[in-house]
């Protein structure tokens, strides 16, 4: 491994939006940093705080979940659905010591490439500066070492 | 055991330049499940797909992934390509490695490591992919049309005259739109009245077309062939199904000074009024807020003048409900409020006008009756600067885009005014002339070598009175010097905006939109007048700023997307809809609000005496558009949607 | 004359017993919460509580515990096996109902199958139990026919005096001999009288449950619906218990590699009998409780000659809703009569 | 007891008169201060009920069990506040009909106990928006401050602590009157979003899991901290989703029999203040 960190970033996005936005900032040729692994689904109303905790478990160090602005969605009312979710969810994660830093919300429109390209770079460096979630690495270690006791 | 095949495209080089195909063959090669690996330079194209199919049948495969551009590009078309091959097309994913891997990054190695990943992700959710049917969903076999300018008029009768039954809905009076303003029009100069209104006619009394003016679209609910739109009738305070158009209301009506919004201001209307002479329908409209009744309750001189007695001012604004298949969405444009623009005096001096105030000045039926009039003492102007570009392609003033017409008609307008003032003096100051169409830049050669239009390539800094002269400061770029010009009326060619409520508008019925507030196409080059939501179309200024032949085309292609979606009985719609695990489900109907189409219902499950053991949430697959958002909501796992089901999501995760 | 260990000296018995290979554990409590946990000095012992609530099993049928790591290569997989810790341990402080259980569990691991992640560990622990001076309204280990003081299960016996200053040792196992051995310069030859053991009345007439239970009338008694209509299922009488000893094997992983675990399980929660078709053929919780009865006091003796309960009243003390064996019994040498 | 006498008698006469076909209540237990659930259907039963300030449980899960309420007979039960808010989030998410219930409500200030008025949920409703408006001062949990001072990496360190003991015997689960599903999400394993293993990292997941779908449900009754084997604050987890539904959404878990699910329904002015 290069000698600086490479933050693994699991982002989950809706297809209408923020993919489509993320497609945008490839057609545009726009560059941004290859650390973040995208999951699609069909609208933010769709993702699950439990994927939060999968993408936890597979190691990730930052989680990025975007879709569209209030008022765009594709199927109306997906994200304000989503939107409380998350509220609610955050505020559990930080009460749980998993710092809201790792886990970032955002809306990014069907035209917004530029954006789309912009957050992953942020998000990217802002995780590098946070460096590896050494905390729930810890505890994924401990699953897979031999009983001790 | 899965038996995947996986395809990976080097898109020529648009892939292959960044990311290692060869290796990543190798790699993915050695996936659990992998029976097929291969690269090619060009999967999506003939040769390509046949291999596909080929490899397919050879290797009776269960799965397939194309490693290539974005699915928003060509899941549709490999899906296709899998079906034919006897494979249910449902078993075909896409891994996205060119829009999200090859040409956003830089790094050769981290590119290809990215490309491993997300077609592993892919690999992994393609093993758990079900075999779908598409869903048949009745098609309701009429049509919406939202604005009634050009575009929507042509859009409308295109589908009549197929046949098909059309609502055509204007939020003003009449109908026209910013067409019916104009004078003559570029490049052929035949006068927009004569070409506009036997068609506003021919709207008004085809039997397939509804007419609804001076309504608007309150509400659309439901999706493709099963819309649901609440139209808001405004109330006109006359009874349009009595009143013959005859006109002696307006003559009347004590109320003259009103400004007239058709005539851009530089008219007068009353009250009571139509927007121009030609309008369809030809009834009038009060103004509330100018009329004398509505202020103190006294007036009525309009009613007592009407023999039909169809004034009645109580009428409410009313509701209509329709029952809608597709939506043509055909809302126009505006034109930019210049007051951004202090240095030109536009609102300051009276003789600066904007390009549609010079229409309604060289319209016969104009508040000039067609003569070039200057609006401040009324006399013909001597020298008249045209100021192109006032508001387009200037960042500072957020509008980035060129507005596209506006070389034309100044061209014209300085035509027009070489023909009615034949002593007058044009000067034009341009960018760049833009006159790409069909007869275009001829028609600007005319405008400079006939009518000796003087064009003067540079922009305009400031625009001041000086001794009862508009003294216009540019600069002519060619010669190298600045330039100053005594002119007598100064006429701004404003940027082409959007409506100042398309923004809310597309919220309303769930479109998306770019950053300016145009409404966006599904895609630039392949599907421009399709929008983002299935069975809405986009026709016309509303989409971007075009002009009328392109207004024109686009409305036909609409009209023509319109009419395919009617062909058929039924429409076959996406399977990827929710359905329940009857066994699990607790019944706490949190689904049932959570869906924003009401697709899901409490069922019964009865024992044999028909007593109710349980009920249960059951997914209506006609009415299900596939969100997902139910599937979250749920606690106990009870409600999966087809497409992205939880075992789909969980191994695409998995695998990264 | 009998060997006598002073509390005074039992730190420098544990250093010992730490420099001769051994992990030290004991009773340890923490925030009001007590379990068997490895310690530093003697003083981290907590040995004046009734008996820790986690039982001892714990260190020898771990809640959780991975047995390999699978990886998938192509189309194959390989495995690698986790072998059991080997290192020694001696468990100071242990009651006489937890040494029982382990003595009861053992027949089972070692049926037909030698669970060699149970044997490794017993096979090197030294049970160091102390006899009960005090017992609580829960304790029932007369009542399953074992007292304060019996010794099944353990290496050593310590005997508290009089004064609560030491302990009368008495080794009763080979390892419990080399265990004092290990530490006889501590030890001092005395006659210090002992304490008197703890009073725990018997609740219950084993013997005439365990006929009525046998008895395949009463399978289907309405007593098994109204002694367990409180129970709400949970697990944490069969996770507490000494003897209990079910476990679910689960496969943990992603993609590519992933961990084969042993994990406990229970006969009160739904899940343990459910089958892949929904059917479950213990579909009420009177049922799953009438098992639970049935395994430790008929279907259990049955194989092993021994009842699987030693009578520590964990299951009582715990439950949230004041159920346990003690009530159940009680109430069936009642109908019995 | 005045109280525990007048409510034996009432239970009693309801037996008798047939119009109930059981009473859910308390029934001294296995020490002095221990109380246990007691289902009354008949005269001696009733006769071992007891109401004192020692009877917490929140009994209102027991109405959810498999086929009590299905022959449309009716059931009393003696609830405390949060057990009348529960019945209450159970009637609004269709697991039973409060109709079929007859509630004998009750409170304890120190050991004094007094009833409070009404039978049907319905009546219980002003009586519950004024708990909402001004809360019993207890105060709030000294530790639930000392957690919010922590920064992240502390107070992961101090959960992975209290974790690292869950045995995961899901007694929080079934001791809770709104974990009524037939299976839960922990039991489905295709796919298996839960860690089953109760190593900490999967005691982590089915922790926040659990608070997760409490969140705007839990009343605060206590049954989940109590019924912890391994003595794990779980109140704290659920008191603090209850401070942010409340705070975000304004939502008091409980209010009424028709009250819609926080998670299930949204306004368009939401607040977001964390989104990018």
Known sequence: ?????????????????TYAGADLAGTSRLKYAPNVRLIRLPCTGRISPMFILKAL????????????????????????????????????????????????????????????????????EDIRKLGPFDQYKELIRETEAPATL | MAKIGVFICHCGENIASKVDCTKLAAAIGEHPGVAVSVEYKYFCSEPGQESVKKAIRDNNLTGVIIAACSPRMHEATFRKVCAEAGLNPYLCEIANIREQCSWVHTDKDMATEKAMDITRSMIEKVKRNNKLQPIEVPVTRRALVIGGGVAGIQAALDIANA???????????????????????????????????????????????????YAEVEHVDGFIGNFKVKIRMKSRYVNRDVCTGCGDCMVKCPVKKISSEFDCGLGKRTAIYTPFAQSVPNIPVIDKASCIYFKNGKCKTCMKSCQINAINFDMQDEFIDLEIGAIVVATGFQIQNTAGYGEYGYGKYPDVITGLQFERLATASGPTSGKILRPSDGKEPETVVFIQCAGSRDPSKGVRYCSKICCMYTAKHAMLYAHKVHHGKSHVFYMDIRAAGKGYDEFTRRTIEEDDASYVRGRVSKVWLENGKLMVRGVDTLLGRPVTIPADMVV??????????????????????????????????????????????????????????????????????????????????EPVVASTNEATCAGCWGCVLACPYNAIEQKDILDRSGRIIKSVASVNPGLCQGCGTCVTFCRSNSIDLAGFTEKQIFAEMMAL | MTRI??????????????????????????????????????????????????????????????MLRYTLKQQSINTEDFTPPSGKKLIFGVRPCDAAGLSIDDPLFG?????????????????????????????????????????????????PLENNNGWHAEELTDRGREALLAIEEFLQEGSEPTAPMAVVPEMFDLDTCVAWLQNPENFESKFWKDISMRCIGCGSCTYLCPTCHCFDIQDEGDTYSGIRRKNWDSCSFALFTMHTS???????????????????????????????????????????????????????????? | MITQEK??????????????????????????????PLFIRSFEEADQLVLDSNCIANLSGYLVTEGLLSDEKRVAIFLRPEGIRSLNILAAESQLNVDQIIIFGFDSIGREVNSLPGEHADEFSEFIGSIKENPPEKSREPLLYQLEQMNPQERFAFWKEEFSRCIKCYACRQSCPMCYCRRCVVDSNQPQWVNTSSHTLGNFEWNIVRAFHLAGRCVGCGNCDRSCPVNIPLRLINAKMSEEVLGSFNHFAGMSTTQEPVLASFKKEDSETFIL
């Open chain 1, 1 to 17: 491994m290069s000698e600086t960190f490479e933050p693994k970033i699991i982002a989950f996005v809706c297809t209408y939006c």
């Open chain 1, 57 to 124: 478990q597979k190691g990730a160090d930052g989680i990025l979940i975007s879709g569209c602005h209030p008022g765009d969605c594709h199927f109306t009312h997906g994200n304000y659905h989503a939107r409380r979710r998350w509220m609610v969810f955050r505020s559990l994660l930080d009460f749980m010591g998993i710092s809201t830093e790792r886990v970032k919300f955002s809306w990014i429109s069907a035209a917004e490439g530029g954006k789309f390209a912009d957050l992953i770079n942020n998000v990217t």
């Open chain 2, 163 to 213: 046949g098909q039954e059309v609502v055509l809905v204007e939020r003003e009076p009449s109908l026209g739109g910013h067409m019916s303003q104009l004078s003559e029009t570029f490049p052929t100069l035949d006068c927009s009245q004569c070409i506009l209104t036997p068609r506003m006619v021919e709207v008004a009394q085809h039997p397939k077309i509804r007419l609804l003016t």
């Open chain 2, 492 to 573: 701004l060619a404003t940027a082409m905006v959007p409506q100042p409520n398309a923004i809310e508008f597309a919220k309303t019925i769930g479109i998306a939109y770019d950053e300016y507030g145009y409404y966006n196409e599904a895609h630039l080059k392949l599907r421009p007048v399709e929008s983002s939501s299935a069975g809405i179309f986009l026709a016309g200024a509303c989409q971007s700023p075009k002009d009328i032949p392109d207004s024109i085309a686009q409305a036909s292609a609409s009209a023509s997307k319109v009419l395919a979606l009617f062909s058929k009985e039924t429409l076959e719609r």
């Open chain 3, 5 to 66: 260990l002073f509390s005074d000296k039992l730190d420098n018995c544990v250093t010992r017993w730490q420099s001769a290979g051994f992990t030290v554990i004991g009773p340890v409590t923490k925030d009001a919460f007590s379990s068997y946990t490895a310690v530093e000095h003697a003083s981290d012992f907590d040995l004046g509580i009734v008996l820790p609530d986690r039982s001892l099993k714990e260190l020898f049928f771990p809640q959780t515990e991975p």
């Open chain 3, 111 to 159: 049926w037909d199958y030698k669970d060699e992640y149970w044997f490794q560990r017993r096979n090197n622990s030294v049970i160091v139990t102390i006899a009960c001076t005090k017992a609580d309204d829960f304790c029932l280990c007369t009542s399953l026919k074992l007292a304060p003081d019996s010794t099944t299960g353990s290496d050593i016996l310590l005997r």
């Open chain 3, 278 to 337: 929904g059917h479950n053929p213990r579909s009420t919780q009177s049922a799953r409780w009438r098992q639970r009865i049935m395994h430790k006091f008929n279907y259990f003796p049955g194989k092993f000659s021994v009842n699987s309960c030693s009578g520590c009243g964990r299951c009582s003390r715990q439950c949230p809703v004041d159920m346990g064996i003690t009530e159940t019994l009680q109430k069936i040498s009642t109908l019995h009569s």
């Open chain 4, 7 to 36: 409510y034996r008698s009432k239970v009693k006469k309801l037996l008798a008169d047939g119009s109930v076909k059981m009473v859910i209540g308390y029934s001294p237990g296995s020490t002095a201060d221990r109380r246990r």
